[in-house]
């Protein structure tokens, strides 16, 4: 994506547009799916889903002005640059938004989730979200074990989970990346 100053719920495609594969962002460590959320209560697929990867815990989040307190304070925390250290698992059931993650050289890659889209963000890349134009999105999130939702904002190079990131896309990429 672009790095202009516009909206952030624009697509902010570069000029000239360039789409990334689905192969690509697994060599990134993103993982995705292509679901049915019309059927997500007896999804066989989801729950083998979550039962191989160990995602014992799931809720809901509904997020639009009309249904979350403190929506553009909300929104803008979302939007910070920040890691977990655990994944970050996000199935969309409705509405739609951005997820943006960094390549291996820093630049930002925008992922528009749409209903049916669950992607698995890997422990230590740096991301954030933001709503698009729509203004609305229900989101089933994901976690093995009790949820932690602590974001350590950016800059990380430092932290443990961060450093075993980089590490792997050096593995992946078979060249140094720098912590930038």
């Known amino acids: 994506m672009d790095d202009s100053n516009e909206d952030q719920r624009l ?9 990334l594969t689905i192969d690509y962002l697994a060599e990134l460590g993103v993982l995705y799916w292509k679901l049915n959320p019309d059927n997500y209560e007896h999804d066989s697929e989801l729950g083998k889903i979550r039962d191989e990867r160990g995602y014992d815990y799931m809720d809901m989040l ?18 910070t640059e920040h890691i977990h250290k655990d994944e970050e698992i996000r199935y969309c059931l409705a509405g739609s938004g951005y997820f943006d993650v960094r390549d291996k050289d820093d630049r930002w890659i925008r992922i528009w989730m749409k209903p049916g889209d669950l992607i698995v963000l890997p422990a230590g890349i740096y991301h954030r979200f933001t709503l698009d ?3 609305y999105i229900k989101l089933m999130r994901l976690f093995v074990g009790e949820p932690v939702w602590t974001p350590y904002n950016r800059p990380q190079e430092e932290h443990p989970v961060r ?9 992946k990429f078979g060249e140094s990346i720098q912590a930038h």
């Open 11 to 19: 697509p902010l495609h570069p000029n000239p547009k360039e789409l």
């Open 62 to 79: 509904d997020l639009c002005p009309e249904k979350v307190s403190n929506y553009e304070e909300k929104l803008k925390n979302f939007f």
């Open 133 to 135: 134009t729509g203004n």
């Open 163 to 171: 450093k075993e990131y980089i590490k792997s896309l050096t593995h």
